[in-house]
């Protein structure tokens, strides 16, 4: 022992164990997010519950999906399960916590009840008597047990208190106590005579009273009311969980998902006779969904466009306007005249627009389906307001495959619902990528710019070292500090003076002079650019210079080497720089929340609306989306395997790409390792 | 040189690239190379420049923050109407265009700011044989004055004015100031002594709910008349209850009264150098609580005068001193009129306070024509300077506090331009400890807005510093263990094979996006750990002893088992045992929870040793944080152990010294340069990492070091408050202070450890 001691051998299993655990947190933190991200997607089967209110002896059923399930800490005979139960508009909530107890067959099954005791601990069961001084008093049967209870737990508190009032006088007196709370000793006097037989006796009284329960199948336990603290009971428990194959799960496009019963599909309110109700519902949602995809399109795309030509017209007419002022000279009428003209034939278009909007609307109306709810309440959906009805479980496994890649492809694909928390995140991944593209067209450049000056043109001093130095760091400075100079400098002094000098019409409303994705890209370029002029750098230090000096040798000039031979064999490395700056970028969050991310941006950043990139506008991120709903959400256990799910899709973007930075720097060590030896 | 080519020299080949095409296109070639050059000089310096005005640009943002007040002379005239009589109070309004005098013989004088032109004056209707004996100004942000009568009644007005816009000749807009007097109780003086004893001093609060009015009879009586408006339940009809109070005042000569605008508190300032606290809580029955004496004796009080929001003196006394005081609690709970702080700047009596309607500042004027402009907060005198040959009678600041109207001695009238931006700011408002309103000590506190205008900012920037170290500080315990043990192993015990797959596996969480961090330590960290606390402190003690029991087992075993895994690949054989172990701690948690801590650890902390619990606390940052630094500390650890020439191991592993011998005397020792420039890289991504302490503790900006409370950081602090905060207001230079502070520090770390590292590099090189 002592000679394994002195090798060192323990410690350097000790160092072996950090190891092991930063393999475990990374692997850990990925497979967290992988599983909890992916599982997202995979229909969870809803489950019919008995659930009874046995304060109101009323018989429930319990209809929704189980998200979550768990032992109560401390009390291995009760389990907890988080059943989201949809319907919102019916109940106000989406999710709710209930109780199964494990015990099989409870004498009592409706006496479930919690117990608090003064040490702290809860304790749950079934109660079956009641006891003073070792006598039945009442039994689980008895229809006052409660009130009893309630007397009983009554008395025990009032008899504790007076306890503690007797124990804090003794020891006031005994100068152990200096003050003490709403005691004076006035109210202390009688208890300073025969202390010890009123405590004594108190306490005789109070541990006369015992309550039974049972705990698990057959096995009691006595508990003093001398302990007891609260008594809460426990009306509602879940028990007899059945998976009916025939519940739907009807996603909506407002107030969440409906659980239920398909009852019967109305047209203008009248029941149509339907063969088999859900193959008449698929086909009937199909049409809905297609009216619904004109209706879209027409009131986000082509009125979408009228407005925005609309806003422009006016612009035109306030910049008249504004030019009016500054010289004094008369608006031109003419084209005053032109904008009315504009302004008219816009106005036409929009109101054709409508009247087929009308239509449609009256058309998708059409249809509803009614839907019985857990609590026996029929509810009537319009189809229009269906996103998709399915049947979990009845669904075989191909089915469920299906059903998991439809809706990851609906999570990547479509747009938010319900104030982020269902839906798609694709605005958020067309803003990250828009925002990222927006970002390498700008740090490429400069950053490459920046590194060949440094490494190739720059006179290799005291100074150059310097700077080196400063832009290696400049990585390492906060990236929040880059936010606040983004929103100070861009935002506010560069996106001022443009809105100043070249859209006053808009103002006091600010074009530039507010968050944007210009800002956003910008602020990011100067965050990511030491990344690049560092990656750059190295790559060019790595060239031989034998190359250069055999392309200068041949008669080429500094600016042909460059171009001809030295950066093309730096390119890889400049790649690599790309990537890792893509790969920061994507993942940052801090600074984008001052230069202009927001929750929900009402349009994208690239449409069909002249000028086709609008720089100026504000986007959505998927990082700040992970930020935003999972922790300014309202409704937090609807959007967390939302936010797992995006975290992974951020992840798995963003490791691939390191991936791809690192394979691509390992290949290129091995191509000039081969240059340098031949 | 090629120009230069003599004839003789001449060959075939050479007068073949001496055609002038070729010249030609050499000469392109030059100039391609020139532009390339320059062009490329240019561009990098300008990309290098362009990076680093992010450090200029933070400093001319936070640079106005170090100014000192600014006064410049605008206009100066001779009182307006001087005929109407002395002044006795002065005040302009929002736009600087109109100011007003109010004086004692019942004139108010509207004139022109610009040129002391007349605009109106208008003659108070009282009674033909009653003198004006007082005058009493109420909240300035009212524009509520009162006159105090000779027959013990008084008058309340309001000045106010009426903006309109009419366009001109030249179709622009004109701006058009209309002043003009209203009475916002009775046209008529209300009777306040019953007796008609004239009151010689006055004031006036009027709000929604009660008008009070507070008066010094010559009969040397304090009088209180409340008027509190009951609102009728059945018809909303609205009548004013009166009620009196009544103090006899015996030998004592009041010289200054002031009520606040709660209509809780009079304080009467006597020619003892007193001021006396009176309790108006209960109109009719008034307590004197205390009589403090404000100043030293043979010194008298001069001028006294809330502070914005009415809790703070300021007694301004005959040497030219101005105090601050508040009621503080002390030790018995009583409230006791306590003094805050002073300013000396001034040396000679102080005629006149005025105070700021925005902000915790004044302007006072002296005996000698100067002015000192102050704020109380930030205990800055910002500026102290003559404005007029004799003593300052009045001086007044508008409601913007960009401009002084000066009224000295000599009946002259001056306006003065006031470039005062953020006066709220100095290095004891931001590090050090102040006293502010209504606390009971100087304390940090960060507390940057609230939704009352006369509410005091309060900008320490210490309880921020303090919660971005403590948050550095538990990450980097968390992570610098983990880091450099696992980086030594890495580089020098573990096979290459699995070198290969374990640098890079570490290093990939470099670039894991810390919002996702910062989201699984709050949502998924924090409740887990909550829930098994004793398990988490468990497995700190279980991990050690479990392993090290484990290895002595395992070098126990026969060899054939044990050369089963290869040498260097222990780690591998860990990975099960340490899940082991955190399972059984975790396992273990609530049972543990149950025998020692009453059922639950974060309650039992809080009842047995008072230690508050919340459930996104340093621990959760500590261990998050950590969890983003171990890739920086690891990779550059790994890099520095790695690269310790091979031959200074071998030679010591030669001369018999067992592998760790050799890793703690020689290779350590080489590589502690490397090792010190990755914790400096580590803590400055730590101090700044923003979206992980924001996400992972409640952001509350407590001064406490404990394990389980929450914190804020600079950098949280940025990100929460950036988006509100006005352009170009105080906060916002703050905010952008904070950033600066943050890029200095991060700044100066990240150079520290970049020298260290190239020192090492060379020093190796040497080796």
Redesign the interface.
């Known amino acids: 022992?002592k000679k394994?001691w002195k090798?060192?051998?323990?410690?350097?299993?000790?160092?072996?164990?950090?190891?092991?655990?930063?393999?475990?947190?990374?692997?850990g933190?990925l497979v967290?997010?992988a599983v909890r991200g992916l599982s997202h997607f995979w229909p969870s089967p809803v489950l019919e519950a008995d659930y009874v209110d046995y304060s109101t002896h009323k018989q429930e059923t319990l209809v929704g999906e189980m998200t979550e399930k768990e032992l109560i800490?401390?009390n291995p005979w009760l389990m907890r399960y988080l059943i989201k139960t949809g319907n919102r508009e019916l109940f106000g909530l989406d999710f709710r916590w209930v109780l199964q107890s494990l015990v099989k067959n409870p004498v009592y099954p409706e006496n479930l009840l919690a117990i608090g005791r003064n040490?702290?601990?809860?304790i749950y069961g079934y109660l079956t008597e009641i006891k003073a001084q070792n006598q039945v008093i009442a039994d689980g049967k008895n229809a006052e047990i409660w009130q009893i209870l309630n007397q009983r737990v009554e008395r025990a508190i009032t008899l504790n208190q007076q306890i503690k009032t007797i124990t804090t006088c003794v020891q006031l007196r005994d100068g152990t106590l200096t003050t003490a709370t709403n005691l004076t000793t006035e109210q202390c006097a009688p208890y300073y005579k025969d202390t010890q037989t009123q405590l004594t006796q108190l306490q005789q009284e109070i541990a006369r009273d015992t309550l039974t329960i049972e705990i698990a199948a057959g096995e009691t336990l006595d508990v003093a009311f001398a302990n007891i603290v609260r008594v809460k009971r426990l009306p509602k428990s879940i028990h007899h969980v059945d998976y009916p194959e025939e519940i739907v799960v009807v996603e909506r496009r407002e107030w969440g998902n409906f659980y239920g019963y398909l009852q019967e599909i109305k047209e203008n309110g009248n029941p149509v006779s339907t063969q088999n109700i859900t193959t008449a519902l698929e086909e009937r949602l199909q049409h809905t969904s297609t009216l619904y995809q004109k209706i879209h399109t027409i009131e986000k795309q082509d009125i979408g466009a009228i407005n925005h030509q609309l806003e422009r017209l006016r612009l035109k007419e306030r910049a008249l306007e504004l030019a009016h002022?500054k010289t004094?000279e008369p608006i031109d009428p003419n084209a005053l005249a032109a904008i009315e003209a504009d302004r008219v034939v816009l106005k036409a278009d929009y109101d054709v627009l409508n009247q087929q909007l009308k239509q449609l609307y009256q058309e998708i109306n059409r249809d509803s389906v009614t839907i019985k709810s857990m609590d026996g309440q029929v509810v009537d959906v319009t189809l229009a307001k269906i996103v998709k009805v399915y049947q979990p479980n009845s669904f075989t496994l191909s089915q469920k495959i299906g059903f998991y890649f439809a809706k990851m492809w609906e999570f990547v694909a479509d747009e938010p619902r319900e104030a982020n928390t269902e839906g798609g995140i694709f605005p958020a991944i067309f803003g990250t990528v828009i925002m990222v593209f927006i970002m390498s067209f700008i740090v490429t450049p400069?950053?490459v710019?920046?590194?060949?000056?440094?490494r190739?043109?720059?006179k290799q001093g005291v100074l150059t070292r310097i700077?080196r130095?400063?832009?290696?760091?400049?990585a390492?400075?906060?990236?929040?500090?880059?936010?606040?100079?983004g929103?100070?400098?861009f935002v506010?002094f560069v996106g001022g003076n443009i809105d100043q000098w070249f859209f006053p019409e808009a103002l006091p409303a600010p074009t530039f002079g507010t968050g944007g994705i210009l800002w956003a890209s910008l602020t990011l370029a100067?965050l990511t650019?030491?990344v690049v002029?560092v990656s750059t750098e190295e790559g060019l230090s790595r060239i031989p210079s034998s190359i250069r000096e055999g392309s200068l040798a041949l008669g080429a000039?500094?600016?042909?080497t460059?171009?001809r031979t030295v950066l093309p064999m730096a390119s890889p490395a400049m790649m690599t720089g790309l990537i890792?700056a893509i790969?920061?970028a994507?993942?940052?969050?801090?600074p984008l929340?001052?230069v202009g991310v927001v929750k929900l941006a009402p349009s994208l950043v690239v449409d069909l609306n002249t000028p086709f990139i609008h720089l100026d506008r504000k986007f959505m991120h998927l990082?700040?989306h992970?930020?935003d709903v999972?922790?300014q959400s309202p409704n937090?256990e609807a959007a967390?395997p939302l936010?797992f799910a995006t975290?992974f899709l951020?992840?798995a973007v963003?490791?691939i790409?390191?991936?791809t930075a690192?394979w691509i720097r390992n290949h290129l060590r091995e191509k000039y390792k081969a240059l340098e030896t031949a | 040189m090629l120009e230069h080519m003599t004839p003789e020299n001449t060959s075939p080949i050479l007068s073949a690239l001496n055609t002038p095409a070729i010249h030609r296109r050499r000469k392109i070639?030059?100039w391609?190379?020139r532009?390339?050059?320059h062009s490329?000089?240019f561009?990098?310096?300008s990309?290098?420049i362009?990076?680093?005005?992010?450090f200029f640009?933070?400093l001319y943002?936070v640079f106005p923050l170090l100014k000192s007040a600014d006064i410049q002379k605008m206009q100066q005239f001779s009182m307006p109407a001087p005929e109407a009589g002395r002044t006795l109070y002065l005040a302009t309004e929002e736009k600087n265009e109109v100011g007003v005098r109010f004086t004692d013989q019942g004139h108010i004088i509207f004139f022109d700011m610009h040129d002391g032109q007349v605009i109106s004056n208008i003659t108070l209707s009282i009674p033909t044989d009653v003198t004006i004996t007082s005058f009493a100004v109420a909240d300035p942000t009212t524009r509520i004055v009162a006159y105090g009568l000779s027959n013990g009644q008084a008058l309340v007005l309001k000045h106010d004015y009426k903006i309109s816009y009419a366009v001109d000749n030249?179709?622009?807009d004109q701006r058009e100031i209309a002043p003009y007097l209203e009475y916002p109780l009775e046209k008529e003086p209300i009777t306040i002594d019953e007796q008609g004893s004239a009151l010689t001093q006055l004031d006036i609060q009027l709000n929604e709910d009660a008008n009070t009015l507070a008066a010094i009879t010559a009969n040397g009586r304090l009088l209180l008349v409340s008027m509190v408006k009951q609102v009728s339940f059945i018809d909303e009809s609205v009548t004013l209850e009166r009620a009196i109070g009544e103090l006899t005042l015996g030998n004592s000569k009041i010289s200054h009264l002031l009520l606040d605008k709660d209509q809780r508190v009079l304080y009467m300032a006597d020619h003892e150098g007193r001021v006396w606290r009176v309790d108006v809580t209960n109109k009719s029955a008034l307590k004197v609580e205390d009589k403090t004496s404000v100043v030293d004796r043979n010194v008298t009080i001069t001028a006294i005068e809330f502070l914005t929001g009415d809790i703070s003196l300021l007694i301004g006394d005959s040497q030219g001193r101005i105090t601050q005081w508040f009621p503080v609690r002390d030790a018995h709970n009583k409230q006791v009129l306590t003094r805050i702080r002073e300013f000396n700047a001034q040396s000679t009596p102080i005629t006149n306070i005025t105070i700021e309607e925005r902000r915790k500042g004044f302007v006072a004027a002296d005996n000698i024509g100067q002015v000192g402009i102050y704020h109380s907060t930030a205990h800055r005198t910002l500026l102290v300077e003559p404005v007029a040959q004799k003593a300052v009678t009045h001086v007044a600041i508008s409601p913007r506090a960009d401009v002084l109207l000066v009224e000295d001695a000599q009946d002259q009238i001056a306006t003065w331009a006031v470039h005062n931006e953020h006066p709220e700011i100095s290095w004891s408002a931001l590090w050090e400890k102040v006293w502010y309103e209504s606390q009971s000590e100087p304390d940090y506190i960060w507390q940057s807005s609230a939704s009352t205008h006369d509410f005091e900012p309060k900008f320490s920037l210490t309880p921020l510093a303090f919660g971005t170290i403590k948050a550095a500080f538990y990450a980097m315990i968390v992570a610098v263990?983990?880091?450099?043990?696992?980086a030594?192993?890495?580089a020098y015990?573990?096979a290459p094979g699995m070198r290969k797959i374990?640098k890079?596996?570490?290093e990939?969480?470099e670039?894991?996006?810390?919002?996702?961090?910062?989201?699984?330590a709050?949502?998924?960290l924090a409740p887990t750990v909550e829930?098994h606390l004793p398990g988490v402190f468990t497995l700190l003690i279980l991990?050690?002893i479990g392993?090290?029991i484990?290895?002595?087992v395992w070098?126990l075993l026969p060899k054939p088992i044990r050369h089963l895994v290869p040498d260097g690949w222990?780690?591998?054989l860990?990975?099960p045992?340490?899940?082991l172990l955190s399972w059984l701690s975790f396992s273990l948690s609530?049972p543990m929870?149950?025998w020692f801590f009453?059922?639950?650890m974060p309650?039992?902390l809080e009842t047995q040793w008072g230690i508050n619990f919340d459930q996104r606390n340093a621990l959760i940052v500590g261990i998050a944080m950590g969890?983003a630094v171990?890739p920086n500390i690891?990779s550059i650890t790994e890099d520095a152990v790695f690269s310790v020439p091979k031959h200074l191991t071998t030679g010591s592993l030669a001369l018999g010294a067992?592998?760790?011998?050799t890793?703690?005397r020689v290779v350590i020792l080489t590589a502690s340069p490397g090792i010190f420039s990755a914790v400096m890289?580590g803590m400055?991504?730590a101090?700044?990492?923003?979206?992980i302490v924001?996400?992972a503790t409640g952001n509350t900006p407590v001064m406490d070091f404990s394990l389980f409370q929450g914190l804020r950081t600079l950098?949280a602090n940025?990100?929460v408050e950036?988006?509100e905060s006005e352009?170009n207001s105080t906060h916002y230079r703050i905010?952008?202070l904070a950033?600066l502070v943050?890029?200095i520090f991060?700044?100066f770390f990240?150079?520290l450890a970049?020298?260290v590292r190239?020192r090492l590099r060379r020093k190796y090189s040497s080796l």
Do not use: C
């Open positions: 022992m394994w090798s060192g051998d323990p410690w350097i299993w000790l160092t072996a164990t950090s190891v092991a655990i930063s393999i475990i947190i990374v692997a933190l967290l997010i800490p401390g040490n702290g601990i809860d002022n004094g400069f950053g710019i920046a590194a060949v000056y440094l190739e043109y720059a700077i130095i400063a832009v290696n760091n400049l390492g400075v906060p990236a929040i500090v880059y936010g606040v100079f929103l100070g400098f506010y100067i650019v030491p002029i000039t500094k600016a042909e460059l171009w890792l790969a920061r994507a993942g940052e969050v801090a929340m001052l990082g700040f992970i930020y999972g922790f937090v967390r936010v975290s951020l992840v963003i490791v790409l390191n991936l690192i | 070639r030059v391609v190379d532009i390339a050059k490329m000089t561009g990098g310096i990309v290098i362009a990076i680093l005005l992010i640009y933070l943002v030249f179709g622009k263990p983990l880091a450099i043990f696992g030594i192993y890495t015990f573990m374990v890079p596996t570490i990939i969480m670039a894991l996006p810390t919002v996702i961090l910062g989201f699984l709050g949502l998924w829930a991990l050690p392993v090290l484990f290895s002595y070098h222990q780690a591998m860990l990975v045992v340490i899940l609530a929870e149950i009453n059922g639950n309650e039992w969890v171990i690891f067992t592998p760790w011998q890793m703690m890289i400055g991504r101090v700044g990492e923003t979206m924001l996400m950098s940025i990100a950036m988006p352009v905010l952008f950033g943050l890029f991060t700044f990240n150079t970049e020298i190239h």
